[in-house]
């Protein structure tokens, strides 16, 4: 053995909303899950809209995860992934069986949004850079 011990950078998706507020251009982040019964609709295009209203049936599966950015300038930019997509996200990482997915799914499923919608958005170095380590899952020190 070396003495060296592997350590786990997990940023949650609340830390990735306050870095992402640092950059001084985003009002607000967002993400939310969407459940069988939600009135759930999204349109791309010139006039991009989504609109989701909850339904009662708060333990029905999830069907979709969204991720909504508000621009300081007025903008407004959102990012929707299908519940299969978020499985594929989950498959790919080295924690996809164990840790917070299993633990904690539907926040790994927001964090997965966000990350996505990060690509459209104005972001500083520093978010990059949380971003990158994060993805890196596993540091050895």
């Known amino acids: 053995k070396s003495g060296k011990k592997n350590v786990q950078l997990i940023i949650g998706y609340r830390g990735m909303i306050d870095l992402a507020r640092r950059s001084g251009q985003i009002a607000s982040l967002s993400a939310r899950v969407v459940r069988e019964g939600d009135d759930f609709s999204f349109e791309f295009g010139l006039e991009e809209k ?4 909850p339904g009662e049936n708060e333990d029905a599966p999830v069907t979709h995860v969204y991720a909504v950015a508000r621009l300081k300038d007025g903008g407004t930019q959102f990012e929707v992934m299908t519940r299969k997509q978020i499985e594929l996200v989950r ?8 840790g917070p997915w299993v633990t904690h799914w539907e926040e ?3 964090k997965t949004a966000i990350r996505r919608l990060f690509k459209y958005l ?3 170095i520093e978010i990059q850079r949380a971003v990158s380590m994060d993805e890196k899952e596993t540091l050895t020190i």
Not at 91 to 98: C, D, E, H, R, T
């Open 50 to 53: 989504l609109v989701h209203r």
């Open 91 to 98: 498959a790919q990482s080295k924690a996809g069986n164990n």
């Open 108 to 110: 790994m499923a927001k």
């Open 122 to 124: 104005p972001v500083s």
